[in-house]
């Protein structure tokens, strides 16, 4: 891969291989350093498991997740609850629009492990069906 890289208001042309860099050219004429290599180790990055908060750790039930990252304008639902698919549990505002979160099948709320006002991930649990 090929970048025009700027050093003390000088353009240069560097060519980058798997472990090494190559200086190809500069820009100006006025003085143009001899080609040298650049020792660049490229290791892949470790990947990373966001870690689950605290209060999700004890969910029993299937657990419905927030589709997108926001945060909670509403709990339209209590504990104890009986839903049927298609009720809207939350609303959600993520990028200044409001979604609703619906219930995905019939069921019994289980446990509600987020507030009213908390902010959310994509992913993380919102409540609990039996």
């Known amino acids: 891969m090929k970048y025009i890289v700027t050093i003390n208001d000088k353009n240069y042309e560097v060519e980058v291989e798997r472990g090494q860099a190559t200086i190809v050219k500069t820009t100006q004429a006025a003085v143009a350093p001899e080609p040298e290599t650049v020792p660049v180790s490229i290791a ?18 299937e657990p419905l997740k927030s589709p997108l990252p926001g945060n909670i304008l509403d709990i339209k639902v209590n504990p104890g609850a009986s839903v049927n698919k298609g009720d809207v549990l939350f609303v959600l505002e993520a990028m200044k629009m409001e979604t609703q979160v619906k219930a995905p099948r019939d069921g019994v709320v289980s446990q509600i492990l987020v507030a009213k006002g908390a902010s959310v991930a994509t992913g993380d649990i919102l409540l609990t069906l039996q």
């Open 44 to 61: 892949p990055a470790a990947p990373v498991a966001p870690a689950a908060p605290a209060a999700q750790a004890g969910v029993s039930g």
